[in-house]
């Protein structure tokens, strides 16, 4: 069990106030390499897949309106492709649309946090951005490839 009883108690109350339509949570892992793979196909071990996915198959089970769905980021590249994946592991938050949200690494520490405002926002399909911050962003007129990098220290 990777949440204490307090710790699932307070997620379930967060979730189910908070959270209007379903939310799938696409997870890509990888499996170990194994000699069936071409051996043009470099494979580098995926650190923290496994305890993602734990965490993942729990953080579903404390919600009715969370699905997760896995891949595996060498056998699935549709997958891959359709979500625009571009490492593991790594999560894309869909709801009624894919509003682009992904996740690389294991949402951990504060990160955690992070992805449960991803879930709620995505079920709401809405977030709490100000108007100027609304307007602001309405200006942008060519695509923005955003990412934010955190690190445990």
């Excluded at 709801?95 to 926002?121: T, V």
Aim: charged fraction near 30%; hydrophobic fraction near 35%.
């Amino acid at each position: 069990m990777i949440f204490n009883e307090d710790q699932r108690r307070e997620i379930d109350e967060l979730l189910s106030g908070n959270m209007n339509q379903p939310v799938k949570v696409v997870y890509f892992t990888q499996d170990q390499p194994s000699l069936e793979l071409p051996v043009q196909v470099e494979v580098t071990p995926c650190e923290y897949c496994t305890e993602t996915e734990e965490m993942l198959k729990e953080l579903a089970g404390l919600s009715g309106k969370l699905e997760l769905e896995v891949y595996d980021y060498i056998k699935d590249k549709d997958k891959v492709e359709q979500y625009g994946i571009e490492g593991v592991p790594a999560l894309a938050l869909v709801g009624e649309k894919d509003y682009g949200i992904r996740y690389y690494g294991i949402p951990s520490g504060y990160e955690f946090s992070a992805l449960l405002d991803g879930l709620i926002n995505v079920s709401k399909g809405e977030t709490k951005l100000t108007d100027d911050t609304r307007r602001a962003l309405a200006e942008i007129k060519e695509p923005v490839h955003l990412r934010v990098f955190v690190t445990p220290t």
